[in-house]
């Protein structure tokens, strides 16, 4: 921990703002073109990680959204998500509904396997995953990301809502570290 301190900028606010909204126009325009387009569509944040990257994306959107928050407890051994656990569930069912996850990383894909098949037995009419990083170089569980703002390699990020610690969420840009 002690010796941690931040890198390089990796991308700029300025890059972010960018890939945000191309992304949130590839929602509006596959979820406008759905049989119902007026259906609320039900974003469900995974806190804390996704708080910021949610609050800029829905901004974006054109389509009728809902948000709804998830916490859910780090797994302990790396390679299972024995141990996951829900701290908050959702406030409202989402049975019948058009639901998107978004998620600000994924890693392994052990939390968001264990998410996914938790809200699939729910029964929603459909289930999608939207993330601010993709790091598939370390992934374990396959999950199908449908939505993407930047793909990352493996040295851990900061900022934009991912902390070290629970440090540096607040950070407008993504930081490399440096010393971890
Ligand atoms: P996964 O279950 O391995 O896919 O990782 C899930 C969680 O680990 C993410 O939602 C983040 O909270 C955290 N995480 C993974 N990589 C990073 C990183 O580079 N920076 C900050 N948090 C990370
Ligand atoms: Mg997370």
Known sequence: ????????VLFTAEAIAARVRAVAEQINRDYLSREDPGKDVVLVSVLKGGFIFLADLVR???????VDFLAISGYGDRGTSEGVRILKDLSEGIGGKDVLVVEDIVDTGLTLSYILRNLEARGP????VCTFL??????????????????VGEDFVVGYGLDYNQKWRNLPQVHLLRGR
């Open 1 to 8: 921990m002690e010796g941690v301190t931040l890198g390089p």
């Open 60 to 66: 974006c959107l054109e389509i009728p959204v809902v």
């Open 125 to 128: 009419d459909s289930l999608r």
């Open 134 to 151: 993709d790091r598939a170089v370390k992934r374990i569980v396959p999950v199908e990301v449908r939505y993407r703002c930047f793909e």
